[in-house]
């Protein structure tokens, strides 16, 4: 087992990592910019060092310092955390040219996933069923209008190496092509440096639904059932849940026996999650996230299975500590995502935080790093907390839900928390009503 962890990440993710490594004994070291030097985990860690100037590519995403940082505390792992050097294959390399475990998936499967029009083809190789669309990259509008009238209209344009939406646009008929693929190619080159773009058929009603599955080195894959992430704006996150109220039984044994056989040919590592498209009762691969999902708490209070300490006792070279039978599934689970944001323009709200309540109770799962007095600074996401509520169904798990956002205060800076509470109120939301694009539908009615 690894004797000391660097953590290269911030906020609600980088404590929950630490919360796993104290847990395991582990020794921790927290990275982090000139302003976060009062962060939470910066103060819980072991060690801390300081990498950077504020903005994410001086410090976070600066991979020359954290494996400075790595090699002067002596850190024998680096856990990437969500987002930022996460799914980097040049980084994993980096880091294990040092002599450094990555807690990632091998750097191959980084870059054969982390490219959607091979990670695409590799899937339909395997029989997973994926959207009709172009072939690979599409070069010019011309192609463009050709494979249009060969799948249909609408049809959606994104971005290759894209992620979180950037680089998506919809054509609804030939007039909207050239302006839909210019934009999703600018948007990618200006997000990704890559303005290398795809298409496909754009699905009209779909519900957003992901497998977290978790392998290790021996040839043993398991999943941990299926999370709803339906409930989104501008392709972001908002509420993730599990179950799916949309899927039977049967069709959710479907998705994770697809899921479990896709990551077994490929030879996968590690922690990952499979995304699909569901619509009238068929599934379509999105992509594959080969990372711990902002959302894996769902899938750990549903099933009391800790993912981020299966995934560090597999990048350590030990075995899956259970089967899939021995997983079980209980009860329903919602997870809220707290973002510091107006919650009715969601433009960013960084600011001091002037008083903190967190709701508790049986239950209840809070995972932040706010703290009263604590200031959110403008560089990077803007996620603050999640909410995570367990219960015995759904309607109670909604009926808990509503409580607990009615206790939740965060004072000084506007954030999520007043559209959640109308969201867990609406008819639609509690009868399971709703697909991928229900939210931005009916924003202006809540």
């Known amino acids: 087992m690894f004797r000391k962890i660097l953590i290269a990440n911030r906020g609600e993710i980088a404590v929950r990592i630490l919360r796993a490594c104290k847990m395991m004994g582990i020794k921790t070291v927290a990275v982090h910019s000139v302003i976060d030097e009062a962060l939470m985990h910066v103060r819980l860690a072991d060690e801390s060092v300081c990498i950077g100037p504020d903005k994410a590519a001086d410090s976070y995403l600066n991979i ?7 090699e002067l505390t002596g850190c024998d792992a680096i856990h990437p955390g969500v987002g930022f050097l996460s ?20 750097p191959r499967h980084l870059a054969e996933m982390g490219d959607k029009i091979l990670a695409k083809k590799t899937m339909a190789s395997y029989g997973v069923p994926v959207v009709k669309g172009s072939n690979g990259n599409v070069q010019s509008i011309d192609e463009a209008m050709d494979i249009a009238e060969e799948i249909g209209y609408p049809i959606l344009f994104k971005a290759a190496s894209g992620g979180g939406g950037k680089g998506m646009k919809v054509a609804n008929s030939t007039s909207e092509i050239e302006s839909a ?8 080159k200006s997000s990704f440096n890559d303005d290398t773009v795809y298409m496909e058929r754009y699905l009209q009603n779909p519900r957003h639904i992901e497998v977290q599955i978790i392998s290790d080195a021996f040839g043993n894959v398991i999943h941990l059932g299926e999370r709803d992430c339906s409930i989104q704006r501008n392709h972001q996150k908002i509420i993730e849940e599990a179950p799916s109220t949309a899927l039977s039984h049967d069709q959710r044994k ?11 040919r490929l030879g996968y590592v590690g922690v990952g999650t499979l995304e699909f498209l569901y619509e009238n009762n068929e599934f379509f691969f999105m992509e594959m996230n080969t990372r711990l999902q902002v959302e894996h708490g769902v899938s750990e209070e549903l099933t009391g299975i800790d993912i981020v300490k299966e995934q560090i006792r597999i990048a350590s070279g030990e075995r899956l500590s259970f089967s899939q039978s021995d997983v079980q599934f209980s009860g329903h689970v919602i997870e809220f995502r707290i973002n510091a944001e107006s919650p009715d323009t969601f433009l960013p709200s960084p600011g001091k935080v002037d008083e903190l309540f967190f ?18 600074p403008p560089f990077y996401d803007s996620l603050i907390a999640k909410i995570i509520v367990h219960a015995d169904n759904r309607a109670d798990c909604l009926s808990k839900a509503m409580g607990a956002l009615d206790e939740l205060v965060i004072d000084g800076i506007l954030n999520t928390t007043d559209l959640h509470k109308k969201l867990v109120r609406n008819n639609d939301i509690i009868l399971g009503n709703f697909n991928i694009h229900w939210l931005e539908k009916n924003l202006g009615g809540l």
């Open 64 to 70: 020359a310092s954290i494996l400075s940082a790595a």
């Open 87 to 106: 799914e980097n294959e040049k980084f994993a390399k980096m880091v294990a040219g040092h002599g450094i475990k990555f807690i990632g998936p091998d």
């Open 181 to 188: 693929f210019k934009l999703a190619k600018a948007e990618s």
């Open 254 to 264: 479907v998705i994770g026996e697809i899921a479990i056989n896709a990551v077994k």
């Open 359 to 376: 709701p508790g109770g049986n239950g209840i799962r809070i995972d932040s790093h706010l703290y009263r007095d604590y200031t959110v």
